[in-house]
T-cell receptor, first 112, second 113 residues
Framework: EPEVTQTPSHQVTQMGQEVILRCVPI?????FYWYRQILGQKVEFLVS????????KSEIFDDQFSVERPDGSNFTLKIRSTKLEDSAMYFC??????????FGPGTRLTVT | AQSVTQPDIHITVSEGASLELRCNYS??????LFWYVQSPGQGLQLLLK??????LVQGIKGFEAEFKRSQSSFNLRKPSVHWSDAAEYFC???????????FGQGTELSVKP
């Protein structure tokens, strides 16, 4: 069964550094998402992407964040200058259409 | 604004006992409703979903949920809990196709022998 994959599984970075989190959505899916979960808290929406552009973003998704789908298969989340409070589990999700989102296993980002 | 409330942060049940996890949502119309499960260090797995029709929906692993419009609730149930059900359970709503999921705070389930 096709799955959403994410790399790396764990990323450690220093404050102020740029990070890129990578996701490979399920082939032929049309909608793409990033969510994050700070330890012990609920899962929060960051951004949705459809038809090669951002369709919705949350207040968390400020100028430090960006997303790209560079080659038709990968979907990336970039954080330009990481802060301590960016430490979280980041989940990618994709959807073919309809309403069911399929989640990847997540990337744990630790900012020191 | 839409919101999802899971009133119980942590529930402990005995193996073999029945389970009900509560979820209430706030939204003007009937949203699309989901339950996800997250085992420690793992991603989110969809247990079941409700879009329309029969208000009692069946999911994987023996779980079911009932949508009650009058109570704005979508409670998750299982008649007999197994030790492997210990995990965190999230209720979520989606208001329109392609839209974001809004998650509740989660309920951590512990299962005692």
């Amino acid at each position: 069964e096709p799955e959403v994959t994410q790399t790396p599984s764990h990323q450690v970075t220093q404050m102020g550094q740029e990070v890129i989190l990578r996701c490979v959505p399920i082939s032929n899916h049309l909608y793409f998402y990033w969510y994050r979960q700070i330890l012990g808290q609920k899962v929060e929406f960051l951004v949705s992407f459809y038809n090669n552009e951002i369709s919705e973003k949350s207040e968390i998704f400020d100028d430090q964040f960006s997303v790209e789908r560079p080659d038709g298969s990968n979907f990336t989340l970039k954080i330009r200058s990481t802060k301590l409070e960016d430490s979280a589990m980041y989940f990618c999700a994709s959807m073919p259409g309809g309403y069911e989102q399929y989640f990847g296993p997540g990337t744990r980002l630790t900012v020191t | 604004a839409q919101s999802v409330t899971q009133p119980d942060i942590h529930i402990t049940v005995s193996e073999g006992a029945s389970l009900e996890l509560r979820c209430n949502y706030s939204y003007g119309a009937t949203p699309y409703l989901f339950w996800y499960v997250q085992s420690p260090g793992q991603g989110l797995q969809l247990l079941l979903k409700y879009f329309s029709g029969d208000t009692l929906v069946q999911g994987i692993k023996g779980f079911e949920a009932e949508f009650k419009r009058s109570q704005s609730s979508f409670n998750l149930r299982k008649p007999s809990v197994h030790w492997s059900d210990a995990a965190e359970y999230f209720c979520a709503v989606e208001r329109n196709q392609g839209g974001k999921l809004i998650f509740g705070q989660g309920t951590e389930l512990s299962v005692k022998p």
